[in-house]
Each structure stands twice: as C-alpha cells, then as structure tokens.
RNA sequence: GGGCGCAUAGCUCAGUGGUAGAGCACUCGCCUUACAAGCGAGGGGUCACUGGUUCGAACCCAGUUGCGCCCA
C-alpha cells in the first residue's frame, strides 16, 4: 500500500499545471537529444512559422501532431529532436516594418536600404517570434538549444553556398522572361505566390485592320492592345488564312503588325484570333518568342501606361476604359460582354492584382532537380500520407515552371552574384572575397524567401559543415505539414534536398523519409475560417479556458490524414470533460490505494475483471501503436478516449470498487478478499500507468501531473512507452491478451446492461436497492461474478418477504426482482413488445437470406451458420417474450 | 477548360462485400460515497439519385445531380 497518498483536488484546474510543467521539462533538458546517444534518432524539423506571425489554430494543430510523434518516439526510447525556428518571411515582414515607417510618413527609401534592413532586424528581435513563446503555452516538446532562424549566419552561408553550387552547375540563370510582378510590392513572385480567383471583367472583342484585312480579336484587358505586335491564328483554320503572313493596322497607334500562325491558339475560342503582347502577357511571350516579335513595354512597375499617347501617365486600370473609349469612337468595338467572369491572379501577400512583366530575373532550372524530387517518391525513399496526395505532388514537380527566385526586396538573402565594370558576373560563395577594383556592384536583390525554406531540413543541422548533427538526424524522419504547402515548401525542400545532400547516397540525401499531410482546421459547420466570416479560433483563448490538453485533444481527434478539421468550442468542453475523467479516475485509484510499478501477481491471483482490463489494454496498445504509424490521429484518440472513459472508467473502475472497499463478496475468508484486494491495487495502478503513457503525447499536461501522482516517477516524458520501443531498448513487458476473460466480461456487460434497461423502463431509482434472485447463474461463465453484478445493479439479497414481480433474462441468467411498489405492467408490456418487434425483424431477415437456395450455396458457410444461429436466437426469443407477455396481468383495456 | 475528391443521424465525421457507428446536440430518470465537466436508459439514418456486377452493395463499376479543392 502506498505510504504517501496524493490529494487531489475533484476538478483538474489545467492553468496550475501547465506552465509549471512545462518550464520544468525543459530545465530537466528532456527536449535536448545528445547526438552521441547510441539510440536511433528520430527528427522532425518544424515547418518554420514566420516571424510576423502569431500562434494561430492551423499552428494548433500542425504542432499537436508533430508533438505527439516526437513525444511517442522519445518513450519509445529513439534520441527525438524536434527542431523549432522562425522563417524571415520576406515580402510579409517587409510589408510589416514599412507599414510602421509609414505611420511616421517614411518609406523605405527614405531610410536607405542598410538602415531599414537594420530596422526589420529590430523589430526581429523586439516582436518577431511571439509564437515561439506561445508554442511553449502548447507543450510542444522543440529542442530550444537548437532553435534557428532563416537569416541566421549559419543558414545565411547554407544558402550562400547552395547558391554557388547551382550556378556553377548551371541550375541557376538570370533571364529576360515575363513574370508575375505585384505592382504595389514592386517585386516579383513566383507562380505559386499568385492565387487565382474568378473576377468580374469585361471581354471586349476588337477589330484591327480594316477591309478585307480586317481580323476582330477579342481581350478582357483592352490597354493591353497598345503593346501588341501581333495577330496570331491557328494555322489550319481556313478564315483567316489569306492574311497570314500580311501585316494589319493596329488601331489607336498606326503601327502595323502582322498575322502570323501558331498553333497553340484555339480556333474554337472567340473569333479563332488572339492579339499578341508578349511584353504583357506570359502565353504571348511565348508566341512572340516562337515568330521573333518584338516586345512593346507599354506599362511601368506600378502599372502606369509608359507608352507615348494620350493614355501615358494613367493608370492600367484608369486606362482601360481610356482605351475602350477611344476605340468605340473609332467604331471599332465589335461587341462588349460584362460582366465577364475570367481568373484573374492575385499577390498572395497584398492581393493586388498581378500583372505579367517582361523583366531580368535569376531562375532556378528545375528540370533535372524536379525530376529527382519526383523519382524520390516514385521509387518509395519517400513516401507520402495520405498516399492519394502523391497525385499532387506528381502533377506538379513533373510539370513545374522554372523558379523565379530573385525578389526586388531589401529584406531576404541578397544575391550573392557580383557585376564588373566590363559586364563580368561573378558568383561568389560564403568565402570567397568580393572582387577587388572600382565600378563592381552587388545584385541588388534577395532571394525568395522559399528558397532558404527549401533548406531548412540540413541547414538548420549545421549544413554545409560535415556537423554532427547533421550526420546524426538527417535525413528528418516525418515532415509534417498542411496540404496547402506541398508546393511551395515540400517539393522544394525535395529538390534541394536531394541535390545538396547528394553525397550521402540515395537512400541518405532526402530531406525526410515520410510526409504526413493534414488539413485546414474549419469551424462545426466545416466552414473555412476567416477574420472577415468572424469564425476564428484563438487557440490561447481555448489554452486559458479549457486548457492546452483539451485543446490539443480536439485537434488531433479531428486528424484524419490529409483531411481538414472542424472544430467548436462545444467540442473542446468535451475534450476537457475527458481531461477531467482521467483526472478523477486517478483520483479514485490513489484514494484506493493502487500501486504502479509493482510486478502483477500470476493470473490465478488475478480477479476475472483485472485480466480482463490489462487483456484490453494490451490490444488497445498493439492499436495504438499501428494507428501511429500510419498517422491515424483521430483514431488513435478515438481508440484511446473509448478505452479511457466506457472500458476503464465505467466498467473496470465500477468492477474494481467492491474488491477495494472490502465488500464482504459471497465466497471465501475475509484474507482472500484482502489479497484480491492487493491485487486490483496492483492491477489498478500498472493499468492508469500504462494508460497515461499511452496518453501522453497528445495530452502532455494532465498526463504529467497524473502519472507522478500515481507512480511516484520523475516524468512521463521520459518514461517508457508501452508498445514498439526502438531497437535495442528495452520496453516494459508485455501484456497478454486473455480471450476467456475477454468473453466472460463482455457477458457481464450484456447482463448487466440488460437489467439496467429493466430498472430504467419500471422507473428504480438507480440508487435503489432492490432484492433480487439470479436464477441459474451457477450454471453460467458468470457463476464466480454474482458479487460484481449485484454491487453494479445494486441487487441485494432476497430477505423472508422476498416476492419476484419482475424478471429479466439474458446471459443464460433469470433475474427475478423484487420491485417494492409491484410491476409497472404497462411499461414491461411496451418493452416486451418492443423486444418482440426486434426479434421478429431478425428472424424475417434470417429467414429471408436462408430461403434463397443461391445464397446457401454460394455463400461462405461461416456466415450461412451465422445466420441460422441468428435465426435460431431469435426463434428463441420470440417464444419466450410471447410467452411473457401472456403472462402479463391484462391492462386496463 | 484540365485534374482530384466528397455526398452516411440535427451538426461534424468514421466506416474499402455479410444485421449502419462515434463525438456533440436531443428525450427520460438520477447529486448511486472518483467525477453533475458526472451516472444510467432511450429516440433518431430507404448511407444523394439511376442503373449494373454479386448469393449479398454505404462499400465495387457506369452514368446523373449537387458541393469542395488544386491547376490553367
């Protein structure tokens, strides 16, 4: 018996915990994995928050999944490093301090690029990285002594150095090419960095040329037509052949352009013509490359019309309908349909409409790096969770563009590419001196912030250095991210992956050997969140209301793979409630006295219920562990939860309350009940044990406090998790399963359940003692059990009065019942007739099936059996509930 | 326009050939000495529609309708 007993207060107060623990776990260095340690390494690299961000419930959830693998694999005895840090964020951080210069009426320029950039450090170190403080609210278990930042001077020469290495290789290229530009953050983005929504525009069809060289074209951006130096049609269509080949008169400006034929315009769509602006428009730059056009800049970085005219100086949006205007005028609109609903590109971090610039740009070539991070997946070194993912990641490394990667920003990584006085390019790496002698300047721009993303599994290890680090937990074992970032982080780190940790082999260069993918977290009704719709959740909010534990629960009970997460705060009550289960199921067993940590007495010792709880947990762990493995969150908290609450809870807990208080039981000496008390303690306390370990990773807080309360331990974190163990650890020892336990209980539950059914419908109080005769129990499984069935039904013993007005039957057991104030015949009729209802239905269906000679036939004969035995039962139960029924008083009719 | 996915209880979702499940919500009864953030009992679904395969279909196939996502 335990000397010291723990009180605990009857309500888990999360608040008193959670910071405590926390700050003791990471003094106690738990996080902090030592390279040296002989264990096999488990890493996973957080997918870097950016620094302007706050912790917000998509974080939540991405970090409760990670915490739990990372917490399972270090009491599975694996040296677990999870490794946190911020991303610099480019544009969205340079947006942020611009912003607060312009409070004060400065623009960047006014403070010159080396005094900003030293003012978005300050701001770094002042208010960047409030998430990293949150996630500490959050219990995630991240390695602090190894916290790194995407410009840090170790990730600065990471991308230094890979920079150096592509362009040697050739992988890098500066280039005139037409790009996405946002004209109010006056830099270029990347494809993925444009997000396209349906706009309402107009389509405005044109006519250029006049007579019978006249070809009508129609556009949804008409100033465009200013820069056009071309009109191309499909080369088979017949309409427009006689003009190929001769030059039209481009309206509005007296040029002359010609037709020429290309057959990647679509001859179904619209008038079969399209007008060509390759300084404008991706598609058209294309066709001007193919016929050697030229291109026409007509518009500045702001999207102010450059061309000399009467439409210089406007805006592209005030020159539009300019243009129109001066185009009706010349009768030359052929048609005008608006509103016309046509995608239209968005920058993802301002939502200004994109416009396609022709400008001089670094590219990566992805070809051959894309094709690596495809054959990674293909050829199962990596693989990808949910499988159906893969079809994605598929479609867009095997057709991706090149990367446009310099950005016209002050805040990044800048260039590392040197231009002479007489045109020399020189690229330099980490240490290599900048060239000597006047007139050589520095690219003026950085580096897209993805790009040093894309290193972040090796670079954050110590990469280019041969660290050891870097030898130990790279390749990261899962990364663990949203769907939505698959491109623009997950495929990148692929690529760069596999080319800069190429030396350590095929199976040794990917960035992490399994993806796990979720989703978005949305609100109950499966909407997506919004500030605008109002239907946030502030994770701390439910942190400081229902706890970190409750709140982690209710994300991660949500966690199909790949699949998004509805939540609500009706929810987190519940997750809390089940916080609060655990909190007073322990309470009980350390008022009872349980033990943990003790060896179990042999299985004669044991009470039928006792191996049948540690036969279930064994099964329950084997369970949890497969779960894991396939990252099957919401099951592994299903599992868990319905073990927790309906097996341990309210069956085993109820079983176990006789043999603690001592009830004298029908059988034996008063020392055999104290032994079969001693062993439930036992039993009592290695179950919570083992049961709270299972929980841990996803509930950190509440799972501490309970399991020193229970074990006297120094910390679940540590301790050793009761299933899979990591080779050459040893794990605690195995549970058996216990068949006959198994079925001997599951009939217990069906008996008593039945008779509850009984005392609900007549209306007994549950707290009601009533006398009672278990007819032919002896004859049952359940002989050795009447004690537990009486103390669960509250049946006591029949005295001299004893006079059966009710009865129940199931399990092969006739319970005859006493009930004071006589039967309440009219409820036992509905529930007879009910019963009769269903066994009739069964036996229509059994009877149905087994009529029909082909299935007798055709189908396994395990399941004809099945059904003749349903059929059987329910032949039974019709004769025996008509007979009761008849033997019913007749109503009052 | 191309591709992918989804449609199951009031809501959110599990359920890949053999009697439809969970959480929350709902109804009834209980402060039964761990927990009212609790206990016990209960109600509720022609599994979107149409056809096919099969002894048997929520599940496999085809089509229809509606919704969502990704890409252009």
Same mark, same amino acid.
């Given at each position: 018996?335990?000397?010291? !007993? ?8 999360? &608040?008193?915990?959670?910071?405590r623990?926390?700050?003791a ?11 040296a340690?002989p ?27 990670i915490?739990?693998?990372v ?33 004060d009426?400065?623009?960047r ?9 030293e ?21 995630d ?15 600065s ?44 525009g107009?389509?405005?069809s044109?006519?250029y040329?006049?007579? $019978?060289?006249?070809?009508?074209? *129609?556009?949804?951006r ?43 315009? $679509? ?10 602006t ?8 294309e ?7 030229p ?20 805006d592209?949006?005030?020159a ?39 400008s001089?740009q ?19 070194r990596v ?6 993912? *893969?079809?994605r ?5 095997d057709d ?27 690229c330099?790496g980490?240490d ?18 993805w ?5 972040w ?27 939505d ?6 495929a990148r780190?692929?690529?760069?992956g596999l ?5 350590? &082999?095929?199976e ?9 993918l979720?989703?978005l977290?949305?609100?109950?009704f ?5 500030k605008?719709?109002g ?5 701390l ?22 699949g ?8 987190v009550?519940g997750? !809390?409630n ?12 350390l008022?009872n ?31 949890v ?26 069956w085993?807990?109820?079983l176990a309350?006789?043999?603690?208080t ?16 001693q ?7 290695? *179950? ?21 309360a ?6 679940v ?16 020892p195995?549970?058996a ?9 599951t009939s217990?539950?069906r ?10 419908d ?19 499984r ?9 103390s669960?039904?509250?049946?006591t013993?029949?005295?001299? !009065? ?6 129940v ?8 019942l ?5 039967l ?11 019963d ?17 000679s ?31 029924l ?8």
């Open positions: 018996m335990t000397s010291e !007993r723990v009180q605990l207060p009857a309500q888990y107060s999360p &608040g008193e915990v959670e910071s623990r926390y700050e776990w990471v003094a106690a260095g738990y996080f902090t994995p030592d390279p340690n264990a096999p390494a488990f890493t996973i690299v957080i997918p870097p928050p950016n620094v302007t961000g706050s912790l917000h419930i998509g974080h939540a959830l991405d970090h409760t999944l915490d739990a693998l917490r399972r694999r270090r009491m599975q005895g694996y040296k677990a490093l999870w490794l946190p840090g911020m991303d610099h964020a480019g544009i969205a951080t340079q947006n942020v301090v611009e912003r607060e210069l312009a409070r009426g400065l623009s320029h006014d403070l010159g690029r080396e005094a900003f950039v003012r978005v450090w300050q701001w770094k170190t002042e208010s960047g990285g409030r998430i990293l403080g949150q996630m500490r609210r959050l219990g278990s991240v390695d602090w002594t190894r916290e790194r930042f995407t410009m840090d001077a170790g990730l020469r990471a991308v230094q150095t890979i920079f150096k290495r592509l362009y040697d290789d050739g992988l890098i290229y500066r280039a005139q090419r037409i790009i996405n530009w946002c004209p109010r953050c006056l830099t270029a983005l990347s494809d993925i960095e444009v997000d396209h929504t349906d706009d309402e107009e389509l405005v044109i006519r040329g006049d007579g $019978d060289d006249q070809i009508v074209v *129609a556009t949804t008409v100033e465009t037509m200013l820069g056009d130096t071309a009109v191309a049609v499909h080369p088979d269509d017949p309409r427009y052949a006689h003009l190929v080949g001769r030059e039209i008169e481009l309206p509005l400006t007296g040029r002359q352009i010609p037709v020429v034929a290309d057959p990647h315009v $679509d001859p179904e769509f619209g008038t079969g013509a399209v007008k060509v390759p300084a404008h428009d991706p598609n058209d730059f066709i001007g490359r193919r016929h050697g056009l291109s026409v800049v007509i518009m500045d970085e702001r999207g102010v019309i450059t061309a000399p005219g009467p439409f210089q100086g406007l592209r949006f005030e539009r309908p300019a243009v129109l205007a001066a185009l009706r005028a010349e009768r030359r609109v052929v048609s005008e349909r608006r509103p016309y609903l046509h995608a239209v590109g968005h920058c993802s971090r301002c939502g200004t409409t994109v416009e396609p610039r022709l001089l670094w590219f990566v070539k992805v070809a051959p790096l894309a094709k690596a991070a495809g054959d990674a997946v293909r050829d199962g693989r990808i969770y949910p499988q159906e993912m *893969a079809a990641y598929f479609d867009w490394v991706m563009h090149d990367w446009c990667i310099s950005r016209q920003l002050w805040w990044g990584h800048r260039i590392p590419v040197w231009y002479g006085p007489g045109g020399q390019v020189v330099l980490p290599d001196e900048p060239p000597a002698g006047d007139g050589w300047e520095r690219d003026a721009d950085v580096l897209d912030t790009f040093s993303s894309a290193l599994p090796f670079s954050t290890l110590g990469w280019p250095e041969d660290t050891a680090d870097l030898r130990t937990f790279y390749p990261t074992s899962v990364l663990v991210t949203g769907y970032i698959l491109f623009f982080w997950v780190m692929m690529m760069f080319y800069a940790m190429a030396p350590a &082999g095929p040794g260069s990917v960035p992490f050997r399994q993806v796990a979720h989703g977290v949305r609100d109950q499966g909407k997506k969140m919004s605008t719709r239907n946030t959740v502030d994770p909010d439910w942190i400081d209301r229902f706890g970190a534990d409750a709140t982690r629960f209710t994300l991660a009970r949500g966690a199909t793979p790949g998004d997460v509805a939540v609500s705060e009706e929810w009550a997750a !809390r089940f916080c609060n289960k655990l909190w007073n199921a322990a309470r009980f067993a008022l006295g349980a033990v943990a940590g003790r060896p179990l007495p042999s299985d004669s010792e044991l009470a039928t219920a006792d191996r049948w709880i540690l036969s279930r947990l064994a099964e329950v762990t084997a369970e562990d497969e779960l894991y493995e396939q990252f099957e969150f919401a099951k592994i908290c299903d599992v868990l939860y319905h073990f927790a609450w309906d097996e341990f809870c309210d085993y807990l109820e309350k006789p043999v603690l001592n009830v004298p039981s029908s059988t034996g000496p008063a020392g055999q009940d104290e032994a079969a008390a062993a439930t303690r036992c039993v009592l306390g290695e *179950a919570l044990d083992r049961l709270l370990r299972l929980l841990h990773p996803v509930l950190p807080f509440v799972t501490e406090e309970l399991w020193i229970v074990t006297g331990g120094e910390s974190v540590m301790a050793r998790w009761p299933g899979e163990v990591a080779e050459g650890v040893c794990g605690l195995r549970l399963v216990d068949t006959g336990a198994e079925a001997e209980i217990l539950m008996l008593v359940t039945e008779v509850r059914r009984f005392r609900s007549q209306g007994l109080r549950p707290g009601q003692q009533v006398p009672a005769v278990l007819a032919g129990i002896g004859e049952t359940l002989a050795r059990h009447e004690a537990r069935i009486r669960l039904l509250r049946l013993e029949p005295g001299d !009065r004893f006079v059966p007005t009710g009865s039957q199931a399990e092969g057991v006739v319970v005859e006493d009930t004071a104030a006589g309440d015949v009219e409820a036992e009729r509905k529930r007879l007739t009910k009769l209802a269903t066994a009739r239905a069964d036996i229509e269906a059994a009877e149905r099936k087994l009529a029909s082909s299935f007798v036939e055709r189908a396994p004969a395990q399941i004809v059996a099945k059904n003749r035995e349903r059929l059987a039962a329910a032949q039974g139960e019709v004769r025996r509930l008509t007979e009761r008849a033997a019913l008083p007749s109503g009052p009719s």
